[in-house]
């Protein structure tokens, strides 16, 4: 039987990599057609090698245009995070203090931008899901503007870009380089 999670659209790298760079391209509503108070999942490095999960919201008097994002400590539980440990990878000898088989906590406190906030724990490098909380409830991607710097504001959501609805998101680590071949015939 396939496995379910490799079957889905690449939706990108996270593309942060210095601490408080946040990605915030998950939504719970679609971002462009929803008013009310909107959730979205900001995903935040916390330090080299591990990101945590926080849920923020604003308010949206008109369809697409929230006010300010604030981190809502109250709405964590409304994603789960579940790890699924180190990505397998065929080292050429055993490696020394290998972390495989040694569970991380779920949620732990970090300062994001000199703030106290408890999110999910995400490391890099393991196979890591996350979804809502609530049975058949959707996640949104909505793709953002290209990160031009290293500061922790995260790019602006890209007008008429890519809009996919998703059951879950699966964080992974890739290989950058890599060829395909297309069969003949």
Request: with cysteine.
């Amino acid at each position: 039987m396939a496995n379910p999670v490799r079957r889905g659209i690449l939706i990108g790298s996270s593309g942060m990599l210095f601490v408080d760079q946040m990605a915030v391209d998950i939504y719970f509503q679609d971002y462009w057609h929803s008013v009310g108070l909107m959730h979205r999942v900001a995903v935040v490095c916390v330090g080299w090698g591990m990101s945590v999960a926080v849920v923020q919201t604003a308010m949206a008097h008109q369809p697409g245009l929230p006010g300010a994002w604030t981190i809502s400590h109250a709405r964590l539980h409304n994603v789960v995070v579940q790890n699924f440990s180190i990505q397998p990878f065929q080292p050429p000898a055993p490696l020394p203090h290998n972390p495989h088989g040694q569970p991380f906590p779920t949620t732990g406190f970090f300062l994001l931008n000199g703030q106290p906030v408890q999110g999910h724990i995400m490391p890099w490098h393991y196979r890591v899901e996350l979804r809502r909380a609530q049975a058949n409830q959707p996640l949104h991607y909505h793709q953002h503007q290209p990160r031009k710097d290293h500061t922790s504001l995260p790019p602006p959501i890209k007008p008429g870009g890519s809009h996919q609805v998703l059951r879950l998101i699966s964080y992974s680590t890739q290989i950058q380089n890599f060829r395909r071949g297309v069969l003949a015939g």
